[in-house]
């Protein structure tokens, strides 16, 4: 999250990142600095992901914490070593639900078109659910090493978070609705090679848990639902004398779909992205 998108080897962050954190910005109060070869920063901030539809408006008083602690120690000439631990604390909103009324839902199960009787199946009424502000917070570790060869310099680098009811974006916790928590983890490994001045190598794993306890019944038995995300991406890339041409695929394994037999399995959504970026 704290790279600049101008240095970002890769087309987007991680999904777990995107998940977490859908906006790199966020309105508030930051505060950094350095001492040695310790920085740190910290924020108040809205907690609110800002979007391109007009000023960001934070839906409760509460504010939100992050801050981060990180070192770089240069072990010898060609290689470095920096590293960091980050934090965010804060309260969500959950807007909460309408009461409803009981109802008759039909499911066209064999398609046919036409109503069948064992099709209508009877949907109990609950009763509204007020809203409330909830706890979420996250923790981070990072680490990476850079060694310059006469090839170029490589770079290898790692991130792991916990984090519980912190994702805003791809299937997003409230826990007022769903009456606990949801914990996510995300972890994320890369590999870059600079190729001379002029062209560029990286593999990037990721891994993206968004709710680790979530359980659902399938004939009569409760299983635990597995939706976790897995993307590989091998990227390349030409440095130009102002901007760079890369490309990537996304190998996305996710268990979003559903077999003939209601089984999660994964869904095809493969991607390919090929960036021009210049420098004005």
Known sequence: LGESQRDR???????GSLALFPSEADIGLKVWGAYRFVSYAAAVVNGQP???????RDPNAAKDVVARVGARAP????????????????RGFSPGRDATKDSIVWIDENNSGTAEPYEFIGVTGSAAIPSRNFDRWALGLDLAAALDTRLGQTRLSGEVVVASNMDRNLLVSDPVLISRDARQLLLTLSLVQQITDYGLIGFRAAYYD???DLIEQRA???HLRDQTFWVLSPTVGLTLPHGRLVAQYDFIRDFLGRDERGVPTDVRNDQLTIRLQVDL
């Open 9 to 15: 080897v890769f087309m987007e962050r991680s999904i």
């Open 210 to 212: 968004p709710d680790s």
């Open 50 to 56: 800002l979007s391109g539809s007009g000023f960001a």
């Open 220 to 222: 009569g038995v409760f």
């Open 75 to 90: 072990i010898r000439d060609d290689l470095r070593l920096d590293g960091g631990l980050s934090v965010y604390t804060g």
